[in-house]
C-alpha cells in the first residue's frame, strides 16, 4: 500500500509540475504580450502628441492666411494651367477591387506603412510591433492560403515602430522608425526556400526624432550608388550611399551605408521623394518644396506652394511667406512629369515639376492636421488614389476633370493608414489600422 501511495504521490507531483510549467508558459507569453501592447500604446500615444504639437504650429495659419488660391473653387485655380497629359477624361483603368487581403501581418498591432516591389512580387510592411515584414503574396488566393503567406512573413526586429518604408529593384527595403533610426534589409528569392532575408543593417547616423519619410533614387544601374534619403521631424534629411555586397563563395551578404549630406531644414520634414536626380522634401511652416540636384552637388530649387505654383514677385505681402496646409505625402507620376501632393487642408494638387505650376487641385475628400493623407497614381496616369479622414473610403479622381470619379466605401473597417502603388500594372495596395493589408486589382 506504501508502495502504490508513493506512486499516487509521484504522478500528483508530475501532474502539479506539468501545470505549473504551462501556466509559467503562458505567464511568460502573456508577458511579452503585455510588453509589446505597452510599446504599441506609447508609441501611438506619442504620435498621436507629436501630430498635436505639429498641428498647433499651423493650426492659425490655416484660418488667417488661406487666400482664394487656396479655396476649394476648382474653376478658378484648375482651368488657370493647361497641360497637354491632362486635355482627355480618364479611360476607366484604375485599381477598382481588392483581391488580396492579408490580415495580421504584424499580429495584434497595427501596420503603419506599405511598399510594394517593383517587380510586385514581395510586399513590405511596418507595424507598431518594432517589425518589418516581407512577403510574397502572390500565393495568396482565398483565406486559407492568406493565412499560410501572413506565417510565412519574414520579419525583421527594428529597435521601433516602423513608420516609413520604401523598397529598391535592387531587392532592398529601407524602414524608417520612431525612435529615429533606419534600417536596410537586403532580400532574395532562393530555390526551395522561399522569400529570405539576406542581410540587415541599421544606418548608424540616427535621427533626433520620428523618421517621418524615407525614399530611393532608382535612376542609376551603379550596383555601388544608390542614394536613400530619411527625413525626420527634427528638421534634417539625411543622404545615403548603399552598396551590397554578395560572396557567391561564402554564400554572404553585406550592405555598406555611408551618409554622404545633411541637411537641416529646420522645421519638421514630413515627405521627400526622388524625381528622377532630384530630392524633393516638405518641412513645415515652408510655402515652397526645397529640391536638390544629387548631381549637381545638392543645388537648391523651390517650388512656390501659392499662388498655382508661381513664384511671388519681390516685395509683395506677407501672405507669399506663408502656406495653408502641410504637405503630407508626395508621390510621382508614372511618366516621372508631375508630383501629386496630398495635403491636410482637404486637398491634393498635381504639380508640374519642370515648371512648378500647379495643374490641377482635387477636392472631395476629407484629411486635417491629425490625418495622415496618402496618394497613390493610377499606372496610366490619368488618375489619383487618395484615402480620406472622413471614413475608410478609398477616393478616386479623374485629373483631367478633377472629378472625384469613385468612393469606394468599407473597404477597410477603420481608416486607411498608407497606400502604394505600381508604376505598371494597376496594382494598389493599403494598409488600415483594421489589421488588414488589401491588394486591389484593375479592371481584366
Given at each position: 500500500?506504501?508502495?502504490?501511495?508513493?506512486?499516487?504521490?509521484?504522478?500528483?507531483?508530475?501532474?502539479?509540475?506539468?501545470?505549473?510549467?504551462?501556466?509559467?508558459?503562458?505567464?511568460?507569453?502573456?508577458?511579452?504580450?503585455?510588453?509589446?501592447?505597452?510599446?504599441?500604446?506609447?508609441?501611438?500615444?506619442?504620435?498621436?502628441?507629436?501630430?498635436?504639437?505639429?498641428?498647433?504650429?499651423?493650426?492659425?495659419?490655416?484660418?488667417?492666411?488661406?487666400?482664394?488660391?487656396?479655396?476649394?473653387?476648382?474653376?478658378?485655380?484648375?482651368?488657370?494651367?493647361?497641360?497637354?497629359?491632362?486635355?482627355?477624361?480618364?479611360?476607366?483603368?484604375?485599381?477598382?477591387?481588392?483581391?488580396?487581403?492579408?490580415?495580421?501581418?504584424?499580429?495584434?498591432?497595427?501596420?503603419?506603412?506599405?511598399?510594394?516591389?517593383?517587380?510586385?512580387?514581395?510586399?513590405?510592411?511596418?507595424?507598431?510591433?518594432?517589425?518589418?515584414?516581407?512577403?510574397?503574396?502572390?500565393?495568396?488566393?482565398?483565406?486559407?492560403?492568406?493565412?499560410?503567406?501572413?506565417?510565412?512573413?519574414?520579419?525583421?526586429?527594428?529597435?521601433?515602430?516602423?513608420i516609413a518604408i520604401?523598397?529598391?529593384?535592387?531587392?532592398?527595403?529601407?524602414?524608417?522608425?520612431?525612435?529615429?533610426?533606419v534600417w536596410v534589409?537586403?532580400?532574395?528569392?532562393?530555390?526551395?526556400?522561399?522569400?529570405?532575408?539576406?542581410?540587415?543593417?541599421?544606418?548608424?547616423?540616427?535621427?533626433?526624432?520620428?523618421?517621418?519619410?524615407?525614399?530611393?533614387?532608382?535612376?542609376?544601374?551603379?550596383?555601388?550608388?544608390?542614394?536613400?534619403?530619411?527625413?525626420s521631424a527634427d528638421?534634417?534629411?539625411?543622404?545615403?550611399?548603399?552598396?551590397?555586397?554578395?560572396?557567391?563563395?561564402?554564400?554572404?551578404?553585406?550592405?555598406?551605408?555611408?551618409?554622404?549630406?545633411?541637411?537641416?531644414?529646420?522645421?519638421?520634414?514630413?515627405?521627400?521623394?526622388?524625381?528622377?536626380?532630384?530630392?524633393?522634401?516638405?518641412?513645415?511652416?515652408?510655402?515652397?518644396?526645397?529640391?536638390?540636384?544629387?548631381?549637381?552637388?545638392?543645388?537648391?530649387?523651390?517650388?512656390?506652394?501659392?499662388?498655382?505654383?508661381?513664384?511671388?514677385?519681390?516685395?509683395?505681402?506677407?501672405?507669399?511667406?506663408?502656406?495653408?496646409?502641410?504637405?503630407?505625402?508626395?508621390?510621382?507620376?508614372?511618366?516621372?512629369?508631375?508630383?501629386?501632393?496630398?495635403?491636410?487642408?482637404?486637398?491634393?494638387?498635381?504639380?508640374?515639376?519642370?515648371?512648378?505650376?500647379?495643374?490641377?487641385?482635387?477636392?472631395?475628400?476629407?484629411?486635417?492636421?491629425?490625418?495622415?493623407?496618402?496618394?497613390?497614381?493610377?499606372?496610366?496616369?490619368?488618375?489619383?488614389?487618395?484615402?480620406?479622414?472622413?471614413?475608410?473610403?478609398?477616393?478616386?479622381?479623374?485629373?483631367?476633370?478633377?472629378?472625384?470619379?469613385?468612393?469606394?466605401?468599407?473597404?477597410?473597417?477603420?481608416?486607411?493608414?498608407?497606400?502604394?502603388?505600381?508604376?505598371?500594372?494597376?496594382?494598389?495596395?493599403?494598409?488600415?489600422?483594421?489589421?488588414?493589408?488589401?491588394?486591389?486589382?484593375?479592371?481584366?
Open positions: 500500500m506504501d508502495l502504490l501511495g508513493d506512486i499516487g504521490n509521484a504522478d500528483q507531483l508530475t501532474s502539479v509540475r506539468s501545470e505549473n510549467a504551462v501556466l509559467q508558459e503562458k505567464v511568460k507569453h502573456l508577458s511579452f504580450r503585455v510588453k509589446e501592447l505597452t510599446i504599441e500604446n506609447e508609441s501611438l500615444k506619442a504620435e498621436v502628441e507629436l501630430y498635436r504639437k505639429e498641428a498647433a504650429l499651423t493650426g492659425f495659419s490655416k484660418l488667417s492666411v488661406a487666400s482664394s488660391d487656396d479655396a476649394m473653387d476648382t474653376t478658378t485655380t484648375d482651368s488657370a494651367v493647361e497641360s497637354e497629359d491632362f486635355l482627355r477624361s480618364g479611360n476607366g483603368v484604375y485599381p477598382q477591387k481588392p483581391e488580396v487581403s492579408l490580415l495580421n501581418l504584424h499580429g495584434l498591432a497595427n501596420p503603419s506603412c506599405c511598399a510594394l516591389s517593383s517587380d510586385e512580387t514581395v510586399l513590405a510592411t511596418g507595424g507598431a510591433d518594432c517589425h518589418l515584414s516581407l512577403c510574397a503574396w502572390g500565393a495568396a488566393s482565398d483565406e486559407e492560403s492568406s493565412k499560410k503567406v501572413v506565417a510565412q512573413a519574414c520579419r525583421v526586429r527594428c529597435d521601433g515602430p516602423v520604401a523598397t529598391h529593384p535592387q531587392k532592398m527595403v529601407a524602414a524608417g522608425c520612431m525612435d529615429g533610426s534589409v537586403h532580400y532574395d528569392m532562393v530555390t526551395g526556400q522561399g522569400l529570405v532575408v539576406k542581410a540587415t543593417t541599421k544606418i548608424p547616423t540616427k535621427h533626433g526624432k520620428y523618421v517621418k519619410s524615407v525614399a530611393w533614387r532608382t535612376t542609376t544601374n551603379s550596383s555601388d550608388n544608390h542614394l536613400l534619403a530619411t527625413a528638421g534634417t534629411v539625411q543622404v545615403h550611399q548603399v552598396a551590397v555586397k554578395i560572396d557567391y563563395v561564402k554564400d554572404e551578404t553585406t550592405i555598406h551605408v555611408t551618409t554622404i549630406e545633411k541637411l537641416h531644414l529646420q522645421h519638421a520634414v514630413e515627405s521627400v521623394c526622388f524625381v528622377a536626380d532630384e530630392l524633393c522634401c516638405y518641412a513645415r511652416e515652408k510655402p515652397y518644396l526645397q529640391c536638390f540636384d544629387t548631381t549637381k552637388d545638392f543645388q537648391l530649387r523651390k517650388l512656390s506652394l501659392n499662388h498655382g505654383g508661381k513664384p511671388a514677385a519681390a516685395g509683395t505681402s506677407m501672405e507669399d511667406q506663408h502656406v495653408s496646409f502641410a504637405v503630407m505625402d508626395m508621390a510621382v507620376s508614372p511618366n516621372g512629369k508631375y508630383l501629386a501632393l496630398a495635403t491636410d487642408a482637404s486637398r491634393n494638387i498635381i504639380v508640374e515639376m519642370e515648371t512648378g505650376l500647379h495643374i490641377r487641385n482635387l477636392y472631395g475628400h476629407q484629411n486635417d492636421g491629425f490625418s495622415n493623407p496618402k496618394v497613390a497614381w493610377s499606372s496610366n496616369g490619368q488618375y489619383l488614389l487618395g484615402n480620406t479622414q472622413a471614413d475608410s473610403s478609398l477616393c478616386v479622381w479623374d485629373i483631367s476633370s478633377t472629378q472625384l470619379v469613385q468612393r469606394y466605401k468599407d473597404v477597410h473597417s477603420q481608416t486607411i493608414r498608407d497606400m502604394c502603388s505600381s508604376s505598371s500594372t494597376d496594382i494598389l495596395v493599403t494598409t488600415s489600422f483594421d489589421k488588414n493589408t488589401q491588394l486591389w486589382f484593375g479592371p481584366p
